[in-house]
Every structure is written in C-alpha cells, then in structure tokens.
C-alpha cells in the first residue's frame, strides 16, 4: 500500500495542489488531507479511495516504487 509520504511526493512532481487532486479523483478535500496526514494516512481509508488516489496520480504519469531495502518512493514515467 502507498503511504502519506508517497501520496505528497507524487502530487510534487506533478506540480499539484490538493485541490488538483480532488479534481482528478472525484473525493473530497477532507479524505486527501487525511491520507496526506502522517498520522492518518491512507491505512485509515477505505481500500476503494487508496486506489482511486493511487490509479490518478499513476494516470498522470506517476510510478511507485514498492519498499525494496532502499524505501517506498515515487518517481515519474520515463516518456518513450
């Protein structure tokens, strides 16, 4: 699963707001802050919203990289 700390990253490379992401994914502001909090996070959503967040950000352009010894992390597609 995608983490709090993943889910800011990918919108910064995107170059966007919370609200763009809102807008790409149809959720509410309110659920973006809480899977962006550390405290929250996406652990605390339902399964439904995590892969909707995840599957717009990866739409866009975004791939996670999955903890392999070296951390989660995010990075952008390479264009071919």
């Not at 959720?27 to 995840?54: C, F, H, K």
């Amino acid at each position: 699963m995608i983490d709090a700390k993943q889910i800011r990253a990918a919108r910064a490379l995107l170059e966007w707001s919370q609200p763009d992401l809102v807008q790409a994914t149809g959720l509410s502001l309110t659920t973006i802050r809480r899977m962006e909090d550390n405290q929250i996070g996406p652990a605390r959503s339902s399964a439904a919203n995590v892969q909707t967040v995840q599957s717009a950000l990866e739409n866009a352009g975004v791939v996670f990289i999955p903890k392999n010894g070296g951390g989660a992390g995010v990075r952008l597609k390479n264009p071919d």
